[in-house]
């Protein structure tokens, strides 16, 4: 009986007409003279007006941000020393003194010798490894007060100028399409001013047949052999003036970033130096890696050029390396310090073996009995921690040529 009463209720159910279903579209009307009817315009959605195209803006060029990696890397010390509660080593930037950033270390003996202001490598940080961080850490233990300071990267060097093309060689006036004329003028070219037929070249009667019966066939009269041409040239000196190319002057940009790169390194490195004796430390040490060599001399320089009579200064260079871009003549200002100075030079990447040697020479031409200059092995193949060679090496330089005494001052220099 339900199976009945399913199987009805089925058939009623689809035998009812669908409301819901869409509405079928009407027929296209028939075609007229063969032609298809036009389509039909979708008014709901209209086209969008033409616009001219000048009209519409380019879209803004993508900037792309290159991420300070300098700036990163003491970011990540700072974070290092500030979770292992060393933030008391770490200096920041003030408005007294804006050019100051780094970290600075007290002596551990009680007998202080001096304060160190410690340079690191043209793109590199205050705590540098295997350099700057184990000399940072390791000299205190030996009274020695060490402040390592963040420098600024050097400015990109211009581009090489290059030379301007040569100039192409004026061109011929083409030959006429017309016969005669070329015809015409090569009768005026064998022909003089007075009309007269030119003579005829040497040329001409060398070329003609000669009586050779009384010549030595084994040795003519012309030399033609080009390798002896070859061997007559060369005891003269080539002429190269032609290829010589002056260094184009810097541009304005160039120049700006170099004066303001300069600048911005005596700040700094006076910075450094003013800190140290406001904590009370008159015998400074300046020890410099690679390219901030440069600037160390030219700091002392000017110190010492303000007070002729200063003393307790000293200066340890580590792989220095002279300046291309600013420019700066580090051998000739070197030269200029009479004060104990270690010049350490290691087997590193850069071959700068002509460099050392030349500013070997030219502290013995001036007389600078204070400076040594010492090979060490590679300052990155020690792997013992803070107890390297170069840690040990300026320590026991320290200890002989710059230790000193700690006295009674009545009023600190701020």
Known sequence: MLRTLLLISCAVLLSLPLFAADPQPAPPPPAENG??????????NPPPPDKPAGDTPPPPPMVRV????????????????????????????????KFLSGFYLKENTGSPQGGILLLHDNA????????????????????????????ADKPEAPLPHNPPPPQAPAASAPASQNPAD?????????????????????????SSPADNSAA???????????????????DKVPDISQFRQDAPPPTADAEKAE????EKMADTIEAGLAYLNNSGQFNLVIIAVGDSANWAVEALNKRIAQNGSALGYSLILINANASVFPQYDLNDNISKLDIPALDLVSDHESDTSWQDKQRRFAMQRNQRDKYSQVKIPDVSSDNEGNVTIVTRRIRGWLKTHAAGEEVAVKEKRY
Do not use: C, M
């Open 259 to 262: 004066k303001s790169y300069r």
């Open 182 to 206: 070329n015809q015409a003028a090569a009768d005026n070219t064998n022909t003089t001013a007075d009309g007269a037929a030119p003579a005829p070249a040497d040329n001409a009667a060398a």
């Open 35 to 44: 032609n298809p009817p036009p389509a039909p315009a979708d008014n709901a």
């Open 124 to 151: 590199q940080h205050a705590h540098w490894p295997r350099s700057l961080a184990s000399l940072r850490e390791y000299l205190p233990d030996y009274g020695w007060n060490t402040l390592a300071i963040n420098l």
């Open 216 to 234: 030595d066939l084994n040795f003519p009269a012309a030399n033609n052999d080009a390798s002896a041409n070859i061997a007559a040239g060369l």
């Open 66 to 97: 290159l991420p300070d990696q300098q700036k990163l890397q003491v970011a990540g010390i700072v974070r290092y020393l500030q979770q292992h509660g060393r933030a008391g080593e770490i200096i920041y930037p003030s408005a007294a003194n």
